[in-house]
Nanobody, 119 residues
């Protein structure tokens, strides 16, 4: 069964950092693009970043967040620096066939991990 398993969320103070991981049990992992989304309480799930052989970021996280991948480990990493209280959300990884900011372009989703940034 294809799965995306997330880890690394938690509570951090404003200005701090967190690193999220997403391990995929996909045989053809390197052929997939990986997306990163988040959903705050009462809000729509929104695009954060995506990676294939290049990366694409939402304006709100450029310069603070970095997405990377290790194809040998079938894992995508998301480094979050200079965190702000407005970054508080459930963060999701997703796998699809193109670098896209649209949820509908992703076929597989992780279970999500909570990130809480205190002021």
């Amino acid at each position: 069964q294809v799965q995306l398993v997330e880890s690394g969320g938690g509570l951090v103070q404003a200005g701090g950092s967190l690193r999220l991981s997403c391990a995929a049990s996909i045989r053809t992992f390197r052929s997939y693009s990986l997306g990163w989304f988040r959903q705050a309480p009462g809000k729509e799930r929104e695009f954060v970043a995506a990676i294939s052989w290049y990366t694409h970021y939402a304006d709100s996280v450029k310069g603070r967040f970095t997405i990377s991948r290790d194809n040998a480990k079938s894992t995508v990493y998301r480094q979050m620096n200079s965190l702000k209280p407005e970054d508080t959300a459930v963060y999701y990884c997703a796998a699809g066939r193109g670098v896209s900011r649209y949820k509908s372009d992703y076929d597989l989703w992780g279970q999500g991990t909570q990130v809480t940034v205190s002021s």
